[in-house]
């Protein structure tokens, strides 16, 4: 079965600055699909950013980027010039590519912005 | 607008008492999703339907049942079975086109309080 690690439970930035959120998954599959989901304190689901398993190159998204290491099976979150509305609970998912598989979610990273 | 509706946002629960959570999409989207929150825990899939008229258990089913008559609809019980209902609960959907996979939409959750 697929897993999914977020190694920090919690991590604090200071606004303007840049900070990276780590996320590790373990598979035995080739073709999957890489998601990270922001949880703002609205409980709201937002899709941050999504890379291809076949797909060398790291996903960017304005201020968001990935850096993708599929030998290793990492997967981490960078956030550039942080805002205070970045805070949110980050979570890393996983998803084989066949059909409607279901998602696999980390256990969450919860960033905090400070002014 | 398309989207996926969660009902109640809010509901509490004698012990010993069966609940449906609603989750309804107009998003045509073939599968349909239930995760359960808890602090620290991430998201864990509850079941899952890929098609209307099947559905499979996911991580954590027990206590939990689910049907999906409708392509929009797939409703969640809590049964009495459950021993620790108390938790915020997503519903998710998703499609696949030809060439690119989607993340999942969200509802807005239902938090479930036992009293």
């Known amino acids: 079965a697929q897993t999914v690690t977020q190694s920090q439970p919690e991590m604090s930035v200071q606004e303007a600055e840049t900070v990276t959120l780590s996320c590790t998954y373990d598979?035995?599959?080739?073709?999957?699909?890489l998601f990270w989901y922001k949880q703002p304190p609205s409980r709201q689901m937002i899709l941050v950013i999504r890379?291809?398993?076949?797909?060398?190159q790291n996903a960017t998204e304005n201020r968001f980027s990935v850096n993708f290491q599929k030998a290793a099976k990492s997967f981490s979150l960078k956030i550039s010039d942080s805002q205070l509305g970045d805070a949110a609970m980050y979570f890393c998912?996983?998803?084989?590519?066949?059909?409607?598989?279901?998602?696999?979610f980390g256990k969450g990273t919860r960033l905090s912005v400070i002014a | 607008d398309g989207g996926i509706t969660q009902s109640p946002k809010y509901l509490f629960r004698k012990e010993g008492q069966n609940v449906t959570l609603s989750c309804e999409q107009n998003?045509?989207?073939?599968?349909m999703y239930w995760y359960r929150q808890d602090p620290g825990q991430g998201l864990r899939l509850i079941y899952y339907?890929?098609?209307?008229?099947?559905?499979q258990k996911g991580d954590i089913a027990e206590g939990y049942s689910v049907s999906r008559e409708k392509k929009e609809s797939f409703p969640l019980t809590v049964t009495s079975a459950q021993k620790n209902p108390t938790a915020f609960y997503l519903c998710?959907?998703?499609?696949?086109?030809?060439?690119?996979?989607?993340?999942?939409?969200f509802g807005s959750g239902t938090r479930l309080t036992v009293v």
């Open positions: 998912a996983y998803r084989r590519n066949s059909g409607n598989t279901p998602l696999v």
């Open positions: 998003l045509n989207h073939d599968a």
């Open positions: 598979t035995s599959e080739s073709d999957y699909y």
């Open positions: 339907s890929q098609i209307v008229n099947d559905f």
């Open positions: 998710a959907s998703s499609t696949r086109t030809a060439h690119t996979p989607s993340g999942y939409t």
């Open positions: 890379q291809e398993a076949y797909k060398q």
